[in-house]
């Protein structure tokens, strides 16, 4: 019997996990749809979504400078229902060329990066055969964790992602060790992307669309008094601020400080005002002994709405060619997810709204939370996650035919005519309204 310390094994297509987490995922899927979705999580979304910076800039004026820049290369067009979402469509290649000379192994972060348009550079390298540089490899992840860096010929379980030319030999890299420069110089991926570091910030920000969707669910107005509960890194946050008109307060909250950090850089970036940024745990941030709602510690029932999106398994974000999380990890997420749960909903004025939303798979973290929240606080209502367009939730106990039509899944797809709003990482979200119970 595998033990959850077990070496994670080859799942699926490319997809990864410990043998035990795989069960977990088999709670929540079919065999036939986990196999459909992993294999849509080995590669990047085909299609980029950009959100406007809808304060400043038209999006029909962003799409004109990214054809610009792009030269033609992708089309660009606009999301066909929000009106604030550019899209980019990037090119698949069904199948890479294997006509390489050699193999060039690399480790698992090197190969997300490869995915999303890098280069290689020699730390991500760990085997390598003796081979002239100018020569054309092939890049393959090392998704057990079981190359030693510095072998020449390893035979163990790997994906093949990209191909390129060699730059740096086995001897530059392991025995010069050369740290900079690059290594392989990609010409081919699975998937092909537009290179968007450092374009047009202040006229837009590069976000997933499911993400884009939770903050016009939240459906913030001027005025509003509303809480991020786990800021970081602004996407959703300065995404609430445009659609409230700058006008109003975003109380934005976030523990740690490098993140803290990203959260007020792209704040600046953007040129917005009504966002106040503080270094705290959620977990803590309420008070029974506090009246507050502008700093912490935070009062009951002063926020209009309030976004939550806690940590969680992140197990439906993409690229994901292994996952290293163990079985008890992710099954620790719900407990925790619960502590911010139960204080936003004191934090929320009656009348109030509360969208919860994780980028993660099992039910477990998502409608198990939702059909908790139904059965604890009585005061607390599902309504639907306006603008629904992902995919209605999973029936568990608690939870009615007409409620998971109230929330909305987005599911990776890997079928070839998969669309804009299923070309995606995995995500949910949940909108619910605080109401007063009669006595």
Known sequence: MATENDTILKSHRGCTYHPHVLEYLKTTFSEEKLEEITTALSVPPKLTTIRVNSLHHQTSDVISNLKELLNGKFDVTSHPSLADVVVIAGKRAELLETNCVGRVIVNLKCGKAVLRGAD???????GLPHLQAGCKVSVHVDVAHKCKRGEKNFTGS?????????????????????????AVQITERNVELPSLSGVLE??????????????????PQPGDHILDMCSAPGGKTTHIAQLMGDMGTVIALEKVQNKVDKLETNIRKQNLNCIKVFKCDSTKVFSEQSTSSSEPPLGREVFDKILLDPPCSALGQRPQLGNDLKLSEISSY????????????????????????????????????????????????????????GQPGILVEGLSDHDVLKVQRFLPSSKLNSGVNSDTIGFFIAKFEKIRVPL
């Open 334 to 389: 719900p407990s925790y997810q619960w502590c911010f749960v139960a204080d936003a909903i004191k934090m929320l004025k009656y009348g109030g709204t509360l969208v919860y939303s994780t980028c993660t798979l099992p039910k477990q973290e998502n409608e198990m939370i939702v059909a908790r929240v139904l059965s604890t606080f009585p005061e607390m209502i599902l309504v639907s996650a306006d603008p629904l367009i």
């Open 158 to 182: 790997t994906v093949h992602i990209a191909n390129g030319i060699l730059k740096l030999t086995r001897f530059d890299i392991f025995k010069k060790m050369v740290k900079t420069g690059i």
């Open 202 to 219: 202040n006229q837009m920000f590069l976000q997933n669309l499911p993400s884009i969707v939770a903050s016009h669910v939240l459906n």
């Open 120 to 126: 290689i550079f020699s730390p991500g390298v760990k």
